[in-house]
């Protein structure tokens, strides 16, 4: 099966132990010192859920057709608690998480906005701050998704940038080796929607959040970093280029956001190589519409692990389009993105997805999720991926609710052959899951 929970890597998980018990007491000391009165909320959520039957179409080394198998697994259990102070002048937020090893901090941060037009906040940010993706993003399938449900490739970048359910078993295959003229470590990252559409600040760090007009906004993120790859300290211009500045206007006829992110979510280190995103979103009646463009800069080039997103054989330039169309008994959801123009991994990456729903009663809603991945080489074949995900919603979009669905898919492959040589196989399974909240 794709890895469909989103979990920090041993890696990024080590390397944010060290600050993660300051950020906690950052919370605590803005809590005690913003006044007595300090009003909290707290929430929980648990998500569920079990593959009834999963397996594919492959055969054994005998030559035997794979057996069938079962799994399930909480994919969500966790704690919110947010609260304010000082007539809303100061605030705090924390969400702890797990399952067997119940007390991940994904989130902790303390803010302060001493005026309507200015807020600092200080912490580690799980989720990110400023993201420009509209329905493009976590929001194609949203609760669906996180309930191990949904196919939704290519949404959850980490600092591998992740796999795909285009190349889920083949990416650690294809990451040390060329294929061709290609890298197939670098595949795994343009393969992602948020490789045209900004995922947002996702770091430890600092924000400031200024808005001197109504209509404008500028964000600032500036990320803890230790240090560049393969030195031991950082220097201010190190942790300057690793920064994150929005212009965000908003007018009558949609939102404009333009975007330079210099940890490039793929690296988040110093001279891993930064992106600048441009974004336009709207809404005409039914109908709301996402366009994004992204131009990847090179950076301090790792032979040794060139998907940090520091390499030259990046794909400079991203393009995507997003559309939904919604009415009280249907709606669609198309989103489609597309890498190119590289020196080296010469070609054309496209993902697309498609998502058709209906309402079938005041409690129950069917979707038929599907997509299609293609990597168009400049000399050579095409190789094709694809899925189809149909699903049931019982219950409320946000409230407790049952799923359930099929998944069918096939990652990329041509000729009966995936990327790593391998003979082609299908993937399926049948998922139920339970979600609720309170």
């Known amino acids: 099966m794709i890895p469909l929970n989103r979990r920090l890597p041993p890696s990024r998980k080590y390397e944010e132990e060290d600050y993660m018990k300051k950020l906690i007491a950052i919370a605590v000391v803005f809590a005690l010192v913003s006044g007595v009165a300090f009003a909290v909320d707290v929430t929980g959520t648990v998500f569920g859920h079990i593959n009834v039957l999963e397996g594919n179409t492959g055969k054994d080394a005998n030559d035997d057709a794979n057996p069938l198998k079962a799994s399930g697994g909480m994919d969500r259990v966790r704690i919110d608690g947010s609260g304010e102070a000082g007539e809303g002048t100061f605030g705090g937020y924390i969400r702890v998480q797990g399952y067997k090893d119940f007390g991940e901090v994904e989130s902790v941060y303390a803010w302060w906005k001493p005026i309507d037009q200015f807020k600092l906040t200080i912490g580690q940010f799980g989720d990110a701050f ?36 285009y190349l889920a078993d083949q990416l650690q295959d294809l990451a040390h080796e060329d294929w061709g003229s290609f890298n197939g470590a670098s595949w795994a990252a343009y393969m992602h929607n948020r490789y045209v559409f900004l995922e947002g600040f996702q770091e430890g760090g600092v924000s400031l959040e200024i808005k ?139 993902n697309t997805s498609l998502l058709p729903y209906f309402t079938i009663n005041d409690n129950m809603s069917a979707f038929v999720n599907m997509g299609l991945g293609m990597v168009s080489p400049e000399d050579g074949d095409s190789f094709v991926g694809w899925y189809f995900n149909p699903y049931l919603r019982v219950g409320a979009e946000w409230g407790p609710t049952f799923y359930f669905g099929i998944q069918v898919s096939s990652e990329l492959a041509y000729d009966g052959k995936f990327l790593n040589g391998t003979d082609s196989f299908i993937k399926f399974a049948v998922p139920i899951s339970l979600m609720v909240s309170f």
């Not at 400023?130 to 939704?152: C, H, L, R």
């Not at 950076?299 to 330039?317: E, L």
């Not at 709606?331 to 990456?349: C, M, N, P, Q, S």
């Open 130 to 165: 400023w993201g420009k993706e509209g329905n493009t993003g976590w929001m194609f399938n949203q609760m669906p998704y996180d309930s191990s449900v949904a196919i939704n490739p290519g949404i959850w970048c980490g600092p591998y940038w992740g796999s795909s359910v």
């Open 212 to 350: 001197p007009l109504d209509m404008l906004g500028i964000n600032i993120g500036i990320p803890f970093i230790t240090a560049p790859r393969g030195e031991d300290k950082a220097e201010f211009g190190d942790i300057l280029q690793a920064s994150l500045f929005q212009v965000d206007l908003n007018f009558d006829f949609g939102n404009i956001a333009l975007t330079y992110d210099g940890a490039n979510r793929a690296g988040r280190k110093a001279g891993d190589g930064g992106a600048l995103y441009v974004y336009y979103g709207g809404s005409f009646g039914d109908l709301s519409l996402d366009v994004g463009f992204s131009l990847h800069f090179a950076g301090a080039a790792d032979n040794d692990k060139p998907w940090w997103g520091g390499s030259d054989k990046a794909q400079p330039i991203g393009v995507g389009l997003g559309l939904k169309y919604a009415t009280d008994a249907f709606g669609v959801k198309f989103r489609l993105t597309a890498a190119l123009g590289g020196e080296i991994d010469k070609g054309t990456y496209i």
